[in-house]
């Protein structure tokens, strides 16, 4: 069985602790509420000082939550704005296009899907919130590497694996790929990732013009690109959509 690292977790309850409650505490009394040595609690308060999460007041000495904790917050917040923003939107593409909806943001190298509507039919499907999807094989991971500056360059950087016999790795090529995508406003992936699926993603800006995350359709690919054509209609929805989305968070006309 897995052990817990005995110092994360005390690193933790002092960020709850200094959380909730009074807004500034002491040495002591964060080592009585935690049942920690004076010496320990300041190792880990020290540690967490230097990384930004807990400030000392320099009058009292006292203790409270830093400002590296808040930048960490609005990313989530972020996320979640992104998320909230979209909810409609993305149920709408659903329904017009008859096919299933992702959401996706940069994170650790891939796309994290943050929001999934199922496709509106009456089969099987799995929630895929939480999932990670490549850079450089899918229609929401080109997207990213398109318009996000560091989405690109960590689709560069790293190794980019063959998923299929369509999937294009070699560097130059795949530049090329994401030129087209910036033409367009919009990329593909037709069996590329998965056989027999193919997408049609769109970027999403905020209202500094900063490319946030990518929305794009999935389905089968005698549906989504019958006969080797994508489906103008799709790419209209989609592109639609995440227009639609980034004038919510403030981007203004497209």
């Given at each position: 069985?897995?052990?817990?690292?005995?110092?994360?977790?005390?690193?933790?309850?002092?960020?709850?602790?200094?959380?909730?409650?009074?807004?500034?505490?002491?040495l002591s009394?964060?080592?009585?509420s935690?049942?920690l040595a004076?010496?320990?609690?300041?190792g880990?308060?020290?540690?967490?000082?230097?990384?930004?999460?807990?400030?000392?007041?320099?009058?009292?000495?006292?203790?409270?939550?830093?400002?590296?904790?808040?930048?960490?917050?609005?990313?989530?917040?972020?996320?979640?704005?992104?998320?909230?923003?979209?909810?409609?939107?993305?149920?709408?593409?659903?329904?017009?296009?008859?096919?299933s909806?992702?959401?996706?943001?940069?994170?650790?190298?891939?796309?994290?899907?943050?929001?999934?509507?199922?496709r509106?039919d009456?089969?099987?499907?799995?929630?895929?919130i939480?999932?990670m999807?490549?850079?450089?094989?899918?229609?929401?991971?080109?997207?990213?590497?398109?318009?996000?500056?560091?989405?690109?360059s960590?689709?560069?950087?790293?190794?980019?694996?063959?998923?299929?016999?369509r999937?294009?790795c070699?560097?130059?090529?795949?530049?090329?790929?994401?030129?087209?995508?910036?033409?367009r406003?919009?990329?593909?992936?037709?069996?590329?990732?998965?056989?027999?699926?193919?997408s049609?993603?769109?970027p999403?800006?905020?209202?500094?013009?900063m490319?946030?995350?990518?929305?794009?359709?999935?389905?089968?690919?005698?549906?989504?690109?019958?006969?080797?054509?994508?489906?103008?209609?799709?790419?209209?929805a989609?592109?639609?959509?995440a227009?639609?989305?980034?004038?919510?968070?403030?981007?203004?006309?497209?």
């Amino acid at each position: 069985m897995t052990r817990n690292i005995q110092s994360l977790e005390r690193a933790a309850a002092m960020l709850r602790l200094l959380a909730g409650g009074e807004r500034r505490l002491g040495l002591s009394d964060i080592a009585a509420s935690l049942g920690l040595a004076k010496g320990t609690a300041h190792g880990i308060l020290r540690t967490l000082q230097h990384e930004g999460f807990v400030e000392q007041d320099e009058a009292s000495g006292r203790y409270q939550l830093g400002a590296e904790l808040l930048r960490l917050g609005t990313t989530y917040l972020d996320v979640h704005e992104l998320r909230a923003r979209a909810l409609v939107w993305t149920d709408d593409l659903a329904r017009s296009s008859g096919e299933s909806v992702y959401l996706g943001v940069l994170h650790h190298h891939g796309v994290l899907i943050v929001h999934h509507v199922f496709r509106p039919d009456d089969s099987r499907q799995v929630l895929e919130i939480g999932a990670m999807q490549p850079l450089h094989s899918t229609a929401l991971g080109k997207v990213l590497s398109a318009y996000d500056p560091v989405a690109h360059s960590e689709a560069v950087e790293t190794d980019r694996k063959a998923f299929t016999e369509r999937t294009v790795c070699d560097l130059d090529g795949f530049e090329r790929v994401l030129d087209v995508t910036r033409a367009r406003g919009y990329a593909a992936d037709a069996e590329e990732t998965w056989e027999g699926v193919a997408s049609i993603a769109a970027p999403i800006h905020d209202r500094r013009r900063m490319p946030v995350g990518a929305v794009g359709i999935t389905g089968a690919v005698e549906r989504v690109c019958p006969g080797g054509e994508l489906r103008h209609e799709l790419i209209a929805a989609v592109r639609d959509c995440a227009r639609a989305v980034s004038r919510d968070l403030g981007a203004g006309r497209f």
